[in-house]
């Protein structure tokens, strides 16, 4: 059927000699003194090698063919490992397998050496993964541009139950899947002031008399399709020090002050800034943004070419999309290029500008809407700021034209805020530079319709669209989940690694009984994986035999870990009380994952809190092994890939209106877990497709979210009305869980009480609820098989593949080049 196509001439013995060779020729070893890394090393770039080829010819192929290419601008890539990602690509796993066995090394433990790049927070950093894996695999002529951060995503420890941020040092042993081209580095400029003068015809000429500048070195990735020739790129900019900047200072002797410019220059891309829904205004984070930016527009005029002509082409060649508003500093960038660059009039200049850029708005919490204080913007970019001014001149002067005399509507909608501080906002600049803004998922396109940009979407209706996310079934299924994979390979043929909407196929099977036996034999295996794995990676020791509720994401409040902890904490309460007795009870494993931004403290308290709860419950005999919290730290992609696969039931409990999206969703669904979840994010189009008997809904919506906020929300009200909720705040008070310490958790206590933004306190009694609704579903292991079967049958809208197919048919217009 349609497998991957493998190197076919790479024997073992091939892929041996590689090996070997590549052991003496790039790290000057052979088998008997090679390290870990050499090994791995090795390995890596023996793999890579057969990838190589047909990234030349999709590189040769699209260049000749002067093809439109997508160039998607992210400020994130959670890429996750890529040794069995490209294993994958070039069908050459079991050669690779056995070559290792044959010399005596274990290939899993090899595996198990790569530290994963952990370019991103979270959702957004992962989407930008799939989009680029799911483009490759269409033969879509695409580049992802981003930064290469020296440190990603910190590594979370636990120290007394509270998070403590180690630094990820991912590049210390060196990355063998990387490219870099240091002699195709360009120069970003930084500071200064502009010069205006006035040319014969009278036009007024800028110039930029930057104050500083850094190299921004280009590291190439592959990004090879699945079941096709063609490979794409990753490229991603690193910061370096200008050697005209070191020299002047090294040529007035001043050593020391050389070195600190070199450092300077360098911190660009130092560290990843590890906020999750909040921006940090922080004017290192600028400098990031318009770093990879600028590199990444120059480069791409470079390819279309620079003479006016070339230029006006731009539309045919390129289509830009910003995932959420990082990258929009790019939209004054372009046009700074093509008219005091290049010398193009503002209007057709303009025109080309808004014609090449897209934007994906990720959010709904006006608190993460993006702004930069025009203070900041015109000390690091004086020209960016003054082409946002006159692009908002004219954007104001069409709004007053087609409302005269509302001035009311050209405040809120004006690109400059004046409030509480002058600063430019990043999503309407976005919105008035770009062709289409897209949503992530239905109902949150109409929320950003309706509520976030309504006045944008009143005078352009037709700019606004939805893309509802995905995720790349390669990794997530085929990689993650070899079992089920081998399952569905067997069931409906191998096309759906590919074309995922082929697991409808799988349908019928969910009134198969050997099937569903089958299929809970995985499952059962991928629980005892987790079981290992967490045994091996934290010491934690769980029993396999019970249901694995999971909630792994970010945390944020919004995403109301708080919820779950109140359930756990319930559930322990009744089993205090002799309410519920733990020897009847369906065993219940609760796992979270998540990170804290290091400067959240509501989050990390939230972390210290689980950490607490699970601390006893799991010490303590009373509970007989019925209730077991686990938090394994360092929640990411890798973890991710053996959690996923082993989990019963998916959390997905945010606040009606908060998530826009949500992806770990559709890896859980996908995964044949079965969901439990507020009508939020894509969890409304999860529950559709896979029906409302196969999905635990509880919960406000969010008119009824909207509507109790304007009446004002008593989150005490609650308490005081609810015994059980009551029970369960009060044991947090009491310092059950803080060995009788009242203070420990009283911020988070009296948080709830009085303040509660998030609505945990509302919702409480409706997700009791819907969990005992679990509970006795989960006795009936075959139904709940049966429900579980049909979450991946009915799943396969969730790929990112067919994100891509909807941003090409919607948005990019992007042919795809397939290469022989
Ligand atoms: C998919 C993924 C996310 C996003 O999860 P959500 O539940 O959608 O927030 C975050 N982190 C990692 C490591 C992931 O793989």
């Not at 997508?70 to 994130?76: G, H, M």
């Not at 303590?620 to 890939?641: C, I, M, Q, S």
């Not at 044991?731 to 988070?748: D, H, K, M, V, Y």
């Not at 969990?771 to 006795?779: D, G, K, P, T």
Request: proline share 4%; charged share 20%; hydrophobic share 40%.
């Amino acid at each position: 059927m349609n497998q991957p196509p493998a190197s076919p001439s790479v024997s073992v013995d091939d892929f041996t000699t590689d090996f070997i060779s590549r052991l003496h020729n790039s790290r000057g070893v052979d088998l008997e003194s090679a390290s870990d890394n050499d090994l791995y090393s090795a390995l890596a770039w023996t793999v890579r090698k057969h990838l190589i080829d047909r990234w030349l010819v999709t590189k040769r192929v699209q260049r000749e063919n002067k093809a439109k290419t997508v160039a998607y601008l992210s400020a994130e890539y959670l890429l996750g490992a890529q040794l069995h990602n490209m294993l994958l690509a070039s069908g050459l796993g079991t050669v690779a397998r056995e070559s290792m066995a044959s010399l005596g090394l274990s290939f899993d433990w090899l595996a198990e050496l790569e530290v994963e790049p952990g370019l991103g927070n979270g959702g957004l950093g992962r989407l930008a993964a799939c989009f680029v894996d799911s483009l490759a695999t269409l033969d879509i002529p695409a580049t992802g541009y981003g930064i290469r951060y020296q440190h990603g995503i910190f590594r979370q420890t636990f120290v007394d139950g509270r998070q403590v941020e180690q630094p990820d040092n991912w590049l210390e042993l060196g990355s063998p899947w990387e490219f870099p081209h240091p002699e195709a580095s360009i120069v970003v400029h930084f500071g200064g002031h502009v010069e205006h003068t006035t040319d014969a015809e009278g036009n007024d000429l800028a110039a930029w008399k930057p104050a500083w500048n850094v190299l921004a070195v280009p590291y190439n990735y592959l990004v090879p399709g699945y079941g096709t020739q063609n490979v794409n790129s990753l490229r991603l900019w690193s910061a370096r020090a200008t050697q005209s900047f070191d020299l002047q200072i090294f040529n007035s002797g001043d050593y020391e002050n050389a070195v600190r410019a070199q450092t300077y220059a360098e911190n660009i891309s130092q560290v990843l800034y590890p906020e999750d829904s909040t921006p940090q205004g922080k004017e290192l984070r600028l400098q990031q943004q318009y770093f990879f930016v600028a590199a990444s527009v120059q480069e791409m005029i470079g390819q279309v070419g620079t003479s006016l002509d070339e230029l006006r082409t731009l539309p045919q060649r390129v289509v830009f999309q910003l995932n959420d508003t990082h990258p929009v500093i790019a939209i004054p960038e372009m046009m700074r290029l093509l008219v005091d660059v290049y010398g193009m009039e503002w209007d057709e200049a303009w025109g080309i500008t808004r014609s090449v850029f897209n934007y994906t708005c990720h959010t709904l919490l006006p608190e993460a809407l993006e702004v930069w204080s025009v203070d900041l913007l015109g000390r690091l970019l004086p020209r960016h700021l003054e082409i946002i001014y006159r692009i908002n001149d004219d954007f104001v002067a069409e709004v007053r034209e087609s409302h005269p005399g509302n001035e009311l509507l050209v405040r809120r909608m004006s690109i400059i805020q004046e409030q509480p501080f002058r600063a430019v906002r990043m999503a309407h600049l976005a919105t008035v530079g770009s062709t289409k803004v897209n949503g992530v998922a239905a109902l949150h396109s109409e929320l950003l319709k309706d509520k976030v940009l309504v006045d944008f979407s009143n005078l352009w209706p037709e700019k606004f669209t939805n893309v509802t996310n995905g995720v790349t079934p390669r990794r997530f299924v085929k990689i993650a989940n070899p079992g089920l994979s081998s399952l569905i390979d067997e069931a409906i043929g191998t096309d759906w690694v590919k074309d995922l909407s082929q697991l409808s196929r799988l349908e019928p099977f969910a009134d198969d009984a050997a099937f569903r036996e089958q299929f809970r034999a995985v499952k059962a295996a991928n629980k005892t994986r987790l079981v290992e794995t967490l045994r091996k990676r934290d010491g934690i020791e769980l029993a396999d035999d019970a249901i694995f509720d999971v909630m792994v994401k970010r945390l944020h409040e919004y995403k109301r870990q708080m919820l779950k902890v109140l359930h756990v904490v319930t559930l322990y309460d009744k089993i205090l009380r002799g309410e519920l007795d733990p020897e009847s009870m369906t065993p219940r494993v609760v796992i979270f994952g998540a990170k804290a931004a290091p400067g959240y403290l509501m989050a990390k308290e939230i972390i210290a809190l689980i950490n607490a709860v699970g601390a006893t419950i799991n010490a303590d005999p009373r509970v007989k092994g019925a209730l077991y919290v686990a938090f394994p730290a360092n929640y990411n992609v890798t973890l991710a890939e053996t959690l996923i696969p082993a989990a019963d039931l998916s959390e997905q409990i945010s606040l009606a209106g908060k998530e826009a999206s949500g992806t770990g969703n559709m890896k859980f669904a996908l995964n044949g877990a079965l969901t439990i979840g507020t009508l939020d994010g894509a969890n409304v189009e999860i529950r559709e497709l896979v029906g409302d008997d196969n999905f635990f809904l509880f919960g406000l919506t969010e008119p009824e979210v909207a509507t109790l906020q304007a009446k004002g929300y008593v989150p005490s009200a609650y308490y005081e009305a609810n015994a059980s909720l009551k029970n369960a705040i009060d044991l947090i008070a009491s310092g059950a869980f803080s060995g009788g310490n009242r203070q420990t958790f009283e911020g988070i206590v009296s948080d709830l009480l009085w303040h509660d933004r998030f609505l945990v306190l509302a919702d409480y009694q409706a997700y009791i609820e819907a969990q005992n609704v679990v509970e006795s579903a989960y006795a009936d292991q075959d139904a709940w098989a049966k429900s579980a079967i049909l979450n991946v049958a009915r799943s396969g809208f969730f790929s990112s593949d067919r994100s891509i197919r909807d941003y090409l048919d919607r948005i990019w217009h992007t042919p795809a080049v397939p290469v022989q």
